[in-house]
Nanobody, 123 residues
Framework: QVQLAESGGGLVEAGGSLRLSCAAA????????MGWFRQAPGKERDFVAA????????FYADSVKGRFTISRENAKNTMYLQMNSLKPEDTAVYFC????????????????WGQGTQVTVSS
């Protein structure tokens, strides 16, 4: 089991950058593929990016490819999401989760969600 806590959200102008962190408590962080999802008001929780346990493989939603970078430091039990060239449509609550199912694109395959961090991009 792992407990997760996101941080780093905030208000930024379009074109700006933010770096989100996902801190994990527990000894098994480095055994889990991890993912970032986001949820705008009234919408479903959408896949953003995922990373393998070692960090050697990464996956991105088409909408963020080339702008966002997912990474992790297992020695620090922390995962990151570097977000550049932010757009108003990136506004959402961002969640990190640990993958326990088979598909890294589907939120129902993730457990141990954090509480989320709000990202707001102004135009």
């Amino acid at each position: 089991q792992v407990q997760l806590a996101e941080s780093g959200g905030g208000l930024v102008e379009a074109g700006g950058s933010l770096r989100l962190s996902c801190a994990a408590a527990g000894r098994t962080f480095d055994t889990y593929p991890m993912g970032w999802f986001r949820q705008a008001p009234g919408k479903e929780r959408d896949f953003v990016a995922a990373i393998s346990p070692s960090g050697g493989s990464t996956f991105y939603a088409d909408s963020v490819k080339g702008r966002f970078t997912i990474s992790r430091e297992n020695a620090k039990n922390t995962m990151y999401l570097q977000m550049n060239s932010l757009k108003p449509e990136d506004t959402a609550v961002y969640f990190c989760g640990a993958l326990t199912g088979s598909s890294w694109r589907e939120a129902y395959n993730y457990d141990y969600w954090g509480q989320g961090t709000q990202v707001t991009v102004s135009s």
